[in-house]
């Protein structure tokens, strides 16, 4: 499945190409003020575990989530339960996404937005900026460590942040060796889709308290977040949860407080 995103991801990036090259979005970032001020990264650094609360429409594993997407809506009621920051999928043939959506978001929000694709070429990076991430996922199993090192440059010139997803203990010594200061521990077994957040906890103890680590996938209830703070993780990405929540003011703040 991971092969098949990458290889349609790539197809995409082509096609985008023929309608604005990597040099005109380049030329375009010109006009924006870029600070350095790192606010994804900002809003992952308090004392408590920050959430990550994702806007997502479908997903391979489990297909439409959600049928009714008012995806700004959404996105605003996280804001308003005290959300730290918001995941949005902008790939549109797995998940649905677009990057409509997170444009539309990131110009209705005051926190910090995270592009959720899979970037598998730089040119994915000023994309986006330009649609207003303040972050951008980097996947270390679909990336070389030139690639990431490359890309977790581009991010910081551009004023962005960016999570380095690991699945394993190799993964993380990637990351931390092509300079990643934020590392998010996917549960998810992208081979068989099982989930299970020990992986978090395992994981964690390679990885610096001086570095932001982000457990994702399969986060469902306050005992499981008690049970990440607990192991010092300092942030949740949480999706489908949230995303399956009627009430998801109510479901954020029983998560936060819990």
Known sequence: MLDKIVEKTKERVSENKKVNSLDRLKYKILNIDVKFNYPFKKALSSDDIAIIAEVKKASP???LIAENFDYVNIAKEYEAAGASAISVLTEPYFFQGSDDYLKKIAKNVKIPVLRKDFVVDE??????????????LLI???LSDEQLEQYLTITRVLGMSAIVEAHDENEIKRAI???????????RNLKDFSVDIENSIRLRRCVDED???????GIKTKEDIARLKENNVDAVLIGETLMKSPDKKVMIRELKNG
Not at 177 to 187: C, L
Not at 211 to 217: A, G, V
């Open 140 to 142: 270390a199993a679909i």
């Open 61 to 63: 594993s489990k297909g």
């Open 177 to 187: 060796d092509a300079g990643a200061d934020i590392v998010g521990v996917n549960n």
């Open 211 to 217: 570095i932001i680590f982000i457990s994702e996938s």
């Open 123 to 136: 040119y994915m990076i000023y994309e986006a900026k330009l649609l207003g991430a303040s972050a951008v």
